[in-house]
């Protein structure tokens, strides 16, 4: 069963409005998660996190918010740039953020217009 | 530049061959790990290290070893390759457990 589930496989926006990305999860005991944005031909590069004991952080154009009622998180950008165009997965990790037991959605693959 | 440097960038590989990937890494981090990741089932994590002479299993660890020998090399071995293993794996570091992993570039294997 998965647990870090990202239900929209693709996603299309047009330049400068805003993206938002969406991420469910089933285990209670998940309490840090974080964002990875994947070119082709490379590897995942970090995003941006949240800890269960925030309900959002920003990061200049990348905002996540975390409701942790609904088992649900997204990632907003604003505005949204054509180089933002990449694969985005959601991870979540239980024990306190130990990285060891990182665990990936199967990823939303976005694409901003010009 | 710092980063993680994984080797081959490909390879085709008969079943039944062995096969190490490698991965260095030069940012003295800490932890180390394997992913694999498939067609439609995004990363999966194989092996991890959370610090050089330990090791521990992930979510798909059968029919792969590991070895943590040093601070900066992280190699997985496939001992009998099969199809099954076909896949793009991903090595990744982080400076702990608790901060976020950096990743290579990905070595994308075939096993006929």
């Known amino acids: 069963d998965q647990q870090v589930k990202q239900n929209s496989p693709s996603l299309s926006v047009q330049e400068g409005r805003i993206s938002i990305l969406n991420c469910d999860y089933t285990?209670?005991?998940?309490?840090?998660f974080l964002w990875y944005k994947k070119y082709p031909a490379e590897g995942p590069t970090f995003l941006i996190s949240?800890?269960?004991?925030?309900d959002k952080n920003e990061d200049g154009r990348f905002t996540v918010f975390l409701n942790k009622s609904a088992k649900h998180l997204s990632l907003h950008i604003v505005p949204s740039q054509p180089g933002d165009s990449a694969v985005y997965f959601c991870?979540?990790?239980?024990?306190?953020?130990?990285?060891?037991?990182?665990?990936f959605g199967k990823g939303t693959k976005l694409s901003v217009k010009p | 530049i710092a980063g993680i440097t994984q080797a081959p960038t490909s390879q085709i590989l008969a079943a039944g061959r062995r096969m190490t990937l490698r991965c260095t890494q030069d940012?003295?981090?800490?932890?180390m790990y394997w992913y694999r990741q498939d067609l439609g089932l995004g990363l999966r994590l194989i092996h991890y290290?959370?610090?050089?002479?330990?090791?521990g299993k992930g979510e798909v660890p059968d029919g792969y070893s590991v070895s943590r020998a040093n601070t900066d090399d992280f190699p997985l071995t496939l001992a009998s390759a099969v199809p099954s293993q076909t896949s793009v794996y991903f090595c990744?570091?982080?400076?702990?457990?608790?901060?976020?992993?950096?990743f290579g570039d990905g070595t994308r294997l075939s096993i006929l």
């Open positions: 991870a979540a990790s239980p024990y306190g953020g130990s990285q060891g037991n990182l665990i």
């Open positions: 290290s959370n610090t050089a002479g330990t090791t």
């Open positions: 949240i800890s269960s004991i925030k």
């Open positions: 990744a570091s982080s400076a702990d457990w608790s901060q976020p992993q950096h």
């Open positions: 940012m003295r981090h800490n932890a």
């Open positions: 285990n209670s005991m998940f309490d840090y």
